[in-house]
């Protein structure tokens, strides 16, 4: 059945297609009689692997694969194919791993790269990296100091009795005696045997020959680290905040002209005045006109503030559409279609459809048949229950396209007030099935792909008492703001009398909500030249 492979299949239950396979590596022949034969052949079956039944039936791919000529919607079918990305965090590993030249400073790099997060900061503080690392440098040390320990007693009571000389041998140990005995009394040590062993230990008695073991870090190295980190590429990742990751940027500039030179000056010494966009007093401390401060800005405005880009992983996060909506060119009317035309059908396996058939064969004992039978009703349901969420996601797909008809015409302008109740009235399901069905899927339309959530708003009363969409408020929002002068933007009462002027009551705070959900910000910061 569909999904079932972990099950064990009664042994009764065992096919002629898999009694052939076992026959066809038997030597047994005819000459024998029915019951040795049958002896035989059930001693063979018994002694396979249980699981080749599944496999035979699993590398059965013939009922699945889409077949070419079958239908035109597989004649462009090609198997998937695996894109092997390296992700970004993976790639500062590979060029930090270029530019430093010790073991300590590649395990503490690589800890601070662990440490940044989706949007390219390194958002914790040094210190607490640098205790972890040296925790981990710590642990790391005790296990091969453990490791030379067990290797150094695993010797045979034997070894020291072949060669009693053996016990007096200069052992590490006491060449790291000797070491910290010649670092106080060099004089001393001259002609002291041995010399050569312990004079790769240094006056502290750390072994350097041995480069497995790891030196503690400190907070110096780990800031040394952290600047080489933000000259990688992508610039000014892992940086703290968004003046150093600007700055950061700004400073990789190559032979940089003037402007370049104004920008990195500004987000060095004058950034205060920029974030607040004080220009009066960046052109009064800069000694600079106007035009030279714009172009500038223009430079620091390309910069990028996120230089994680959002995502560390490698993966495009891809939005596929569920629905696809589009107008029929004799009729104009909507044709909607559930986006599945390129998956394949499920449907039972030929290898079960067999087995059900051979039901009424006396080989087949009542719990076999009642094995084959629940497995085959089970896939039925979930090919039905398939079926099922098919159509009940084009039923309320359809409602939502009937109750904005006007948006398809028109745009975001011409969206209605829309409420899951609604949907629910109209399609005769309940309120929690159709938020389930709304929640992650999308729509491709003309004008854009869209989650099925963006259809549905509240309301708000107009001047002539019609209700009118929220949404349709917000773009109204984001058009005057699109259209104010740069120099002097419109503040939030300001933005308020003007939807009052177009007939759309609404209130300073409201303007303000719409604006920040809309995710703009407020007029001081929207200023430019």
Not at 124 to 134: G, M
Not at 455 to 475: A, H, M, Q, R, Y
């Amino acid at each position: 059945a569909v999904g079932e492979r972990s099950e064990t299949m009664p042994e009764a239950a065992m096919p002629h297609e898999v009694e052939s396979l076992y026959a066809a590596e038997t030597e047994v022949t005819t000459d024998f009689n029915d019951s040795y034969y049958d002896d035989a052949k059930e001693r063979i079956i018994d002694d396979r692997d249980p699981f080749e039944y599944y496999e035979a039936i699993w590398q059965d791919e013939s009922d699945f694969a889409p077949k070419r000529g079958q239908s035109d919607e597989f004649d462009d079918y090609e198997p998937f194919q695996i894109k092997d990305n390296v992700s970004l965090i993976d790639d500062l590993y590979q060029q930090l791993a270029i530019l430093v030249y010790t073991e300590e400073d590649l395990v503490l790099g690589s800890q601070i790269i662990g440490n940044i997060d989706e949007d390219g900061y390194l958002r914790r503080e040094l210190s607490e990296i640098v205790d972890e690392t040296n925790s981990f440098i710590a642990n790391h040390n005790f296990e091969i100091q453990k490791k030379q320990y067990e290797q150094q007693n695993s010797k045979p009571i034997d070894y020291y009795k072949d060669n009693p000389a053996r016990m007096y041998a200069l052992t590490e140990d006491s060449a790291k005696i000797l070491s910290i005995v010649h670092s106080k009394h060099p004089e001393l040590s001259k002609n002291l045997p041995g010399i050569e062993l312990y004079n790769k230990y240094s006056s502290d008695g750390t072994n350097h020959e041995n480069d497995d073991i790891l030196k503690p870090v400190d907070l110096p190295q780990a800031e040394r680290l952290l600047s080489i980190i933000k000259t990688l590429d992508p610039p000014g990742i892992g940086s703290r905040s968004v003046q150093e990751c600007l700055l950061s940027q700004a400073e990789s500039f190559i032979e940089p002209n003037e402007s370049q030179i104004l920008a990195t000056n500004i987000l060095r010494d004058g950034y205060e005045a920029f974030a607040k966009k004080h220009f009066h007093i960046l052109t009064k401390q800069f000694e600079v006109s106007e035009a030279e401060l714009k172009d500038a800005l223009e430079i620091i405005r390309k910069l990028n503030p996120k230089p994680g880009g959002g995502n560390f992983q490698a993966e495009n996060n891809t939005v596929i559409p569920d629905f696809l909506i589009s107008r029929q060119e004799d009729t104009g009317e909507l044709i909607i279609t559930v986006n599945d035309a390129n998956m394949p059908q499920i449907k039972l396996s030929s290898a079960y459809e067999r087995l059900k058939k051979d039901m009424k064969s006396k080989q087949f004992n009542k719990e076999t048949r009642d094995w084959v039978r629940n497995k085959y009703e089970d896939a039925k349901f979930l090919i039905q229950a398939i079926r099922q969420r098919k159509a009940t996601m084009l039923k309320v797909m359809t409602a939502i396209a009937q109750a904005q008809i006007a948006f398809f015409d028109e745009g975001r302008t011409a969206m209605k007030p829309l409420i899951y109740k609604d949907v629910s009235e109209t399609t005769g399901l309940d309120i929690s099935t159709v938020c389930r069905i709304v929640n992650g899927k999308y729509v491709q339309t003309q004008f854009g792909t869209f989650e099925l959530k963006f259809f549905f708003s509240e309301s708000l009363p107009t001047d002539d008492g019609e209700d009118v969409s929220t949404t349709v408020i917000k773009e109204v929002i984001k058009e005057i703001i699109d259209g104010e002068p740069k120099s002097k933007p419109f503040s939030d009462d300001k933005l308020s009398d003007l939807l009052k002027e177009k007939g759309y009551n609404v209130a300073r705070r409201t303007v303000a909500k719409y604006r920040e959900q809309l995710k703009i910000p407020v007029a001081r910061l929207r200023k430019e030249l």
